[in-house]
Protein backbone atom coordinates (compact mmCIF):
# COMPACT_ATOMS: atom_id res chain seq x y z
CA UNK A 1 0.00 0.00 0.00
CA UNK A 2 1.82 3.28 -0.88
CA UNK A 3 2.39 5.58 1.90
CA UNK A 4 1.53 9.45 1.84
CA UNK A 5 2.45 11.50 -0.61
CA UNK A 6 3.22 15.39 -0.42
CA UNK A 7 4.06 17.41 -3.53
CA UNK A 8 6.63 19.34 -4.22
CA UNK A 9 9.31 18.22 -1.62
CA UNK A 10 11.09 20.97 -1.60
CA UNK A 11 10.02 25.30 -2.19
CA UNK A 12 12.01 28.68 -2.32
CA UNK A 13 9.43 31.49 -2.28
CA UNK A 14 9.79 35.44 -1.55
CA UNK A 15 8.01 37.20 0.82
CA UNK A 16 4.41 38.18 0.03
CA UNK A 17 3.99 35.13 -2.47
CA UNK A 18 1.73 32.75 -2.12
CA UNK A 19 2.12 29.00 -2.10
CA UNK A 20 -0.28 25.86 -2.73
CA UNK A 21 0.95 22.61 -1.27
CA UNK A 22 -0.91 18.84 -2.20
CA UNK A 23 -0.91 15.86 -0.18
CA UNK A 24 -2.28 12.74 -1.42
CA UNK A 25 -3.68 9.98 1.86
CA UNK A 26 -3.15 6.55 2.37
CA UNK A 27 -5.96 5.07 -0.07
CA UNK A 28 -8.98 4.42 1.69
CA UNK A 29 -8.32 7.14 4.45
CA UNK A 30 -10.71 10.04 5.12
CA UNK A 31 -8.76 12.34 6.94
CA UNK A 32 -5.65 14.75 6.40
CA UNK A 33 -4.27 16.72 8.98
CA UNK A 34 -1.94 19.33 8.52
CA UNK A 35 1.29 20.44 10.69
CA UNK A 36 3.73 22.90 11.14
CA UNK A 37 7.23 21.86 12.23
CA UNK A 38 9.70 24.28 13.20
CA UNK A 39 13.09 23.49 15.37
CA UNK A 40 11.70 25.75 17.63
CA UNK A 41 7.83 25.38 17.92
CA UNK A 42 7.87 21.73 17.07
CA UNK A 43 5.11 20.25 15.48
CA UNK A 44 2.06 22.83 15.47
CA UNK A 45 -1.31 21.51 14.11
CA UNK A 46 -3.05 23.35 11.24
CA UNK A 47 -6.23 21.61 10.61
CA UNK A 48 -8.25 18.74 9.47
CA UNK A 49 -9.86 18.24 6.98
CA UNK A 50 -12.61 14.68 7.19
CA UNK A 51 -14.95 14.07 3.91
CA UNK A 52 -14.23 17.46 2.68
CA UNK A 53 -15.19 19.39 5.20
CA UNK A 54 -12.34 21.35 8.24
CA UNK A 55 -13.01 19.41 11.29
CA UNK A 56 -11.04 21.46 13.43
CA UNK A 57 -8.73 23.95 13.34
CA UNK A 58 -5.54 24.78 14.80
CA UNK A 59 -4.02 28.57 16.46
CA UNK A 60 -2.70 29.92 12.90
CA UNK A 61 -3.77 32.81 11.02
CA UNK A 62 -6.29 33.30 8.26
CA UNK A 63 -3.22 33.38 5.90
CA UNK A 64 -3.56 29.57 6.00
CA UNK A 65 -6.21 27.82 4.47
CA UNK A 66 -6.79 24.05 3.08
CA UNK A 67 -9.48 22.24 1.41
CA UNK A 68 -9.70 18.71 0.55
CA UNK A 69 -11.34 17.28 -2.66
CA UNK A 70 -13.67 14.22 -2.82
CA UNK A 71 -11.14 11.48 -3.73
CA UNK A 72 -9.36 12.67 -0.48
CA UNK A 73 -6.65 14.64 -1.85
CA UNK A 74 -5.82 17.81 0.12
CA UNK A 75 -4.40 20.83 -0.55
CA UNK A 76 -2.90 23.48 1.73
CA UNK A 77 -2.33 27.24 0.73
CA UNK A 78 -0.31 29.99 2.15
CA UNK A 79 -0.94 33.24 1.46
CA UNK A 80 1.33 36.45 1.25
CA UNK A 81 4.29 34.80 3.05
CA UNK A 82 6.61 35.92 5.80
CA UNK A 83 9.92 34.92 6.95
CA UNK A 84 8.46 32.82 9.66
CA UNK A 85 6.22 30.77 7.41
CA UNK A 86 10.18 28.93 6.97
CA UNK A 87 9.27 25.40 7.88
CA UNK A 88 8.33 21.77 7.01
CA UNK A 89 5.06 21.43 6.22
CA UNK A 90 3.40 17.93 7.15
CA UNK A 91 0.62 16.14 6.12
CA UNK A 92 -0.69 13.05 7.53
CA UNK A 93 -3.83 10.92 7.04
CA UNK A 94 -6.05 8.55 8.94
CA UNK A 95 -8.58 6.00 8.27
CA UNK A 96 -11.16 7.63 10.51
CA UNK A 97 -11.51 11.24 12.12
CA UNK A 98 -7.48 12.17 13.79
CA UNK A 99 -8.28 11.57 17.25
CA UNK A 100 -6.07 10.56 20.03
CA UNK A 101 -7.01 7.20 19.41
CA UNK A 102 -6.89 6.60 15.76
CA UNK A 103 -3.07 6.48 14.14
CA UNK A 104 -1.89 9.19 12.50
CA UNK A 105 0.76 7.91 9.06
CA UNK A 106 2.71 11.11 8.10
CA UNK A 107 3.72 11.87 4.69
CA UNK A 108 8.00 13.17 4.00
CA UNK A 109 6.77 16.97 4.48
CA UNK A 110 7.23 20.17 2.19
CA UNK A 111 10.41 21.89 3.24
CA UNK A 112 9.44 25.48 2.46
CA UNK A 113 11.74 28.02 2.41
CA UNK A 114 10.84 32.15 2.47
CA UNK A 115 13.43 34.08 1.32
CA UNK B 1 4.65 27.73 29.50
CA UNK B 2 4.64 24.86 27.03
CA UNK B 3 1.31 22.04 27.36
CA UNK B 4 3.78 19.67 26.63
CA UNK B 5 7.93 20.31 27.29
CA UNK B 6 10.64 17.85 25.50
CA UNK B 7 14.69 18.05 25.84
CA UNK B 8 15.93 18.61 22.25
CA UNK B 9 19.49 17.67 22.86
CA UNK B 10 20.97 16.65 21.53
CA UNK B 11 21.70 13.78 23.17
CA UNK B 12 24.84 11.24 21.53
CA UNK B 13 25.08 8.03 23.55
CA UNK B 14 27.68 4.52 22.72
CA UNK B 15 26.00 1.57 20.44
CA UNK B 16 24.43 -0.52 22.92
CA UNK B 17 23.59 1.57 25.56
CA UNK B 18 20.35 2.26 27.08
CA UNK B 19 18.94 5.70 26.06
CA UNK B 20 15.81 7.40 28.00
CA UNK B 21 13.83 10.02 26.68
CA UNK B 22 11.18 12.31 28.42
CA UNK B 23 8.31 14.57 28.29
CA UNK B 24 6.57 16.30 30.93
CA UNK B 25 3.21 17.82 30.43
CA UNK B 26 0.84 20.26 32.09
CA UNK B 27 -2.90 19.27 30.84
CA UNK B 28 -4.09 16.51 33.21
CA UNK B 29 -6.80 15.76 30.67
CA UNK B 30 -4.13 13.55 29.00
CA UNK B 31 -4.85 10.20 28.48
CA UNK B 32 -3.25 9.22 25.09
CA UNK B 33 0.43 9.03 25.03
CA UNK B 34 2.67 8.44 21.72
CA UNK B 35 6.37 8.29 21.03
CA UNK B 36 7.25 9.32 17.55
CA UNK B 37 10.50 8.73 15.39
CA UNK B 38 11.46 10.75 12.82
CA UNK B 39 14.45 10.55 10.53
CA UNK B 40 16.04 12.48 8.79
CA UNK B 41 14.07 13.84 5.83
CA UNK B 42 10.93 11.98 6.26
CA UNK B 43 8.01 12.15 8.46
CA UNK B 44 7.47 10.90 11.75
CA UNK B 45 6.13 7.29 12.16
CA UNK B 46 4.63 5.82 15.20
CA UNK B 47 6.54 4.27 17.75
CA UNK B 48 4.76 3.35 20.89
CA UNK B 49 0.84 4.23 22.30
CA UNK B 50 -0.06 3.75 25.55
CA UNK B 51 -3.49 4.45 27.23
CA UNK B 52 -2.98 6.41 30.82
CA UNK B 53 -0.30 5.07 33.41
CA UNK B 54 2.08 2.09 33.16
CA UNK B 55 4.64 0.31 30.95
CA UNK B 56 4.52 -0.88 27.69
CA UNK B 57 7.02 -2.77 26.08
CA UNK B 58 7.41 -3.54 22.33
CA UNK B 59 10.99 -5.06 21.65
CA UNK B 60 13.51 -2.74 22.48
CA UNK B 61 11.25 -0.37 23.15
CA UNK B 62 9.73 0.94 26.28
CA UNK B 63 7.13 3.19 27.31
CA UNK B 64 6.20 4.64 30.30
CA UNK B 65 3.88 6.94 31.81
CA UNK B 66 3.58 8.35 34.98
CA UNK B 67 0.31 10.68 35.38
CA UNK B 68 0.52 11.55 39.06
CA UNK B 69 3.97 13.58 37.87
CA UNK B 70 2.86 14.34 34.44
CA UNK B 71 5.89 12.76 33.28
CA UNK B 72 6.46 9.92 30.22
CA UNK B 73 9.25 8.38 29.30
CA UNK B 74 10.94 5.86 26.59
CA UNK B 75 13.71 3.56 27.10
CA UNK B 76 15.46 1.93 24.30
CA UNK B 77 17.57 -0.64 25.05
CA UNK B 78 20.70 -2.07 23.25
CA UNK B 79 20.72 1.20 21.38
CA UNK B 80 21.93 0.80 17.95
CA UNK B 81 23.14 3.25 15.11
CA UNK B 82 19.66 2.96 13.44
CA UNK B 83 18.18 4.47 16.19
CA UNK B 84 19.79 7.99 15.33
CA UNK B 85 16.74 9.60 14.78
CA UNK B 86 14.52 12.65 16.44
CA UNK B 87 11.97 11.36 19.23
CA UNK B 88 8.88 13.26 19.55
CA UNK B 89 6.26 12.37 21.86
CA UNK B 90 2.76 13.72 21.74
CA UNK B 91 -0.64 13.48 23.98
CA UNK B 92 -4.53 13.75 23.28
CA UNK B 93 -7.06 14.07 25.51
CA UNK B 94 -10.66 11.92 24.94
CA UNK B 95 -13.14 13.68 22.56
CA UNK B 96 -10.45 16.19 21.69
CA UNK B 97 -9.35 15.59 18.03
CA UNK B 98 -6.09 16.91 17.75
CA UNK B 99 -2.59 15.97 19.95
CA UNK B 100 -0.35 17.96 21.35
CA UNK B 101 3.34 17.22 20.22
CA UNK B 102 6.81 18.12 22.00
CA UNK B 103 9.56 19.75 20.06
CA UNK B 104 11.51 15.89 19.68
CA UNK B 105 14.96 14.81 21.28
CA UNK B 106 17.36 14.65 18.65
CA UNK B 107 19.11 11.25 19.47
CA UNK B 108 22.59 10.25 17.56
CA UNK B 109 24.12 6.52 18.61
CA UNK B 110 27.94 6.52 18.02
CA UNK B 111 29.12 3.11 16.78
Known amino acids: KAGVTQTPRYLIKTRGQQVTLSCSPISGHRSVSWYQQTPGQGLQFLFE???????NKGNFPGRFSGRQFSNSRSEMNVSTLELGDSALYLC??????????????FGPGTRLTVL | QKEVEQDPGPLSVPEGAIVSLNCTYSNSAFQYFMWYRQYSRKGPELLMYTYSSGNKEDGRFTAQVDKSSKYISLFIRDSQPSDSATYLC???????????FGTGTRLTIIP
Open chain 2, 90 to 100: AMGAVGNEKLT
Open chain 1, 92 to 105: ASSLGLATSTDTQY
Open chain 1, 49 to 55: YFSETQR
